[in-house]
């Protein structure tokens, strides 16, 4: 039984002490993801396979013990099934939730998208879609574009779970965004 518990104790220091270790390297600056981008950009990619993203760098950054963890995405580029280019975002700013991703499991609550570049078309009719002449934009106008859209605003406005990708995700917001509307 004394075993046992010096056992426990053992164990419990040792978490402790990678607790410490990992809370002091996350406050010394940002730390390199890229060993696991294919787990990130399968997290990202639609459960489905309707489209795949795929990122050329990412990393952890740690604000202090009032903010969350941040997974800072680069170069993220999605492509729908059949190869076609849908879309790229240069840079992705992620806040995690921290349980979920001791379980493994990226669960995002809110989401910054930073320096995109939007060009957004006014038809004759007078709606806006998206610019299919600009293929540097956020969201490529191809047949794939309308369902990826489709399957993100559907993602978005479901009830809150924990079971989906997306599911606690609470704000998407734009920083340095270059948008431009043809009329």
């Known amino acids: 039984m004394i075993r046992t518990l010096e056992g426990l104790a053992a ?6 002490l990678l ?6 390297r996350l406050a010394m600056g940002p730390v390199s993801l890229d060993f696991l981008k294919p787990e990130i950009a399968r997290a990202l990619s ?3 396979g309707a489209y ?4 050329d760098s990412a990393e952890l950054t740690w604000a202090g013990w009032r903010a969350s963890l941040d997974l800072r995405v680069r170069g993220a580029r999605a492509v729908a099934r059949d190869g076609r280019f849908i879309g ?4 992705m700013s ?3 939730v921290l349980p979920a991703l001791v379980r493994g499991v990226i669960a995002p609550t809110a989401v910054e998208v930073i320096g995109p570049r939007l060009r957004l078309l006014r038809t004759a009719e007078g709606s806006i879609r998206w610019n299919e002449a600009d293929s540097a934009a956020l969201i490529d106008q191809k047949d794939t574009s309308a369902d990826f859209l489709a399957q993100m605003l559907a993602e978005l406005t ?6 989906r990708p997306l599911g606690l995700l609470a704000s998407v917001r734009l ?8 009329d």
């Open 46 to 48: 639609a459960r489905d």
């Open 88 to 91: 790229q975002i240069p840079e």
């Open 94 to 96: 992620v806040n995690l």
């Open 11 to 16: 164990a419990a220091g040792a978490i402790a």
């Open 52 to 55: 795949l993203v795929d990122i």
């Open 158 to 163: 479901a009830p809150e779970s924990a079971d």
């Open 175 to 182: 920083s340095g965004a270059d948008i431009v509307l043809d």
């Open 19 to 24: 607790a410490v270790v990992i809370v002091w």
